[in-house]
Every structure is written in structure tokens, then in C-alpha cells.
T-cell receptor
């Protein structure tokens, strides 16, 4: 059973526009959420995280929003740049237990 | 500061064989986690080691095993390989275990192909 779901396998966005990547989770016990970015032939790199006690966390062009009642989080990238083209993984964990990843969303930034 | 290194980067094996993959964490990092990445399943957690002890384990058969040495280097072993074991195996290290205390730093992975 997939506890962390990224229902969009891919997303195409015009350069300069906002990219919104979505993630849903089923386990209400998750209390920490992360986003990772992965380029081909490289390992994932940590992007941004959010604790369940918050509903928003911002870091430069990246903002993560958490809606606990809907068990939904999203990653906003503004403005989108060509280097943002990558696979984005949403992940969640309970306290310091193992991290559960989604299947990823491939983001294409169009010129 | 050197990153996480994984060897070998690419490996081709045949069904029934066994394989050992190696991971050297960032200097000073004591926690090592292993993940399997396949196109259909994304990243799936295999196990986590901290101070030479397996701290957590994912839902994989007993053919998948691992260990950690006193210098924090870790190995994972897959016995009796099956075609479905073809995947990218990623190792990640962190100062301490869990998502809270630190972020994980991933290596480039070992691409295993089983024929």
C-alpha cells in the first residue's frame, strides 16, 4: 500500500512560470515531510522539509505547503528555471522512523 | 568534504548469482540507509544502519541483507538474484538516524542489471 502518493508522473511548465508538484499521504501519523530532487545518474538531493506543526515553509524559490486535514502537501517553485528540470520525490516519516518516498514526478521546464 | 561514494557504479549479473554493493558515507556520518529505485515503485527503503546495528528494515525478502563496519562503511548483499532485482540501489548517509536530526546525503547509486 503506497502511503505517499505522487499521482502525476510528469509535469511540463513554461520557464518563468510557477511549478506546483503535489503529494498525498494516507498515514495521519506522519509528522515530517521532505522533498528531494534527482537528476539522471545522480542520487537525490534534499530540497526542503516541513514539520507537521507548520503549514508552510519557504526557502528561496521553493515553498512547501502542508494541509493536514486533506493529507496533502505541495511544492511550489517560483519562478521555474531550466535547471529545475528533474524528478521530484515527496517523502514522509514518523518521528525518527524510516523515510517513505513517493514514486516521483518528472518536471520538464519548457523554454 | 567528499560525498557519499558507492561502488561499483554499474553491475551486470545473471539470475541466481549473488551481489555485494558497497557504500562509504560522508566522513563523520554514522547512519547509512539503503534504497531501491525502480521505475514502477520509486524509492523503496531497504534498511538503515547506525553504529554497526540495523536500526530499521523495509519490506524486502531475506535475500536482501546488509551490514555496517566500525568505520561506518556499509555493504548490502543480494543473494539468489531475480530479474526483478534490476534497479538502482542508492545509499544515503547522515550524521544521526532519522529525518529529524539531519538531512540525508545520497550517493550516485549502483545500477544493477540482472539477466
Amino acid at each position: 500500500d503506497q502511503q505517499v502518493k505522487q499521482n502525476s508522473p510528469s509535469l511540463s511548465v513554461q520557464e518563468g512560470r510557477i511549478s506546483i508538484l503535489n503529494c498525498d499521504y494516507t498515514n495521519s501519523m506522519f509528522d515530517y515531510f521532505l522533498w528531494y530532487k534527482k537528476y539522471p545518474a545522480e542520487g537525490p538531493t534534499f530540497l526542503i522539509s516541513i514539520s507537521s506543526i507548520k503549514d508552510k515553509n519557504e526557502d528561496g524559490r521553493f515553498t512547501v505547503f502542508l494541509n493536514k486535514s486533506a493529507k496533502h502537501l505541495s511544492l511550489h517553485i517560483v519562478p521555474s528555471q531550466p535547471g529545475d528540470s528533474a524528478v521530484y520525490f515527496c517523502a514522509a516519516s514518523i518521528r525518527d522512523d524510516k523515510i517513505i518516498f513517493g514514486k516521483g514526478t518528472r518536471l520538464h521546464i519548457l523554454p | 568534504k567528499a560525498g557519499v561514494t558507492q561502488t561499483p557504479r554499474y553491475l551486470i549479473k545473471t539470475r541466481g548469482q549473488q551481489v555485494t554493493l558497497s557504500c562509504s558515507p560522508i566522513s563523520g556520518h554514522r547512519s547509512v540507509s539503503w534504497y531501491q529505485q525502480t521505475p514502477g515503485q520509486g524509492l523503496q527503503f531497504l534498511f538503515e544502519y547506525f553504529s554497526e546495528t540495523q536500526r530499521n528494515k523495509g519490506n524486502f525478502p531475506g535475500r536482501f541483507s546488509g551490514r555496517q563496519f566500525s568505520n561506518s562503511r556499509s555493504e548490502m548483499n543480494v543473494s539468489t538474484l531475480e530479474l526483478g532485482d534490476s534497479a538502482l540501489y542508492l545509499c544515503a548517509s547522515s550524521l544521526v538516524p532519522g529525518a529529524r536530526a539531519d538531512t540525508q546525503y545520497f550517493g550516485p547509486g549502483t545500477r544493477l542489471t540482472v539477466l
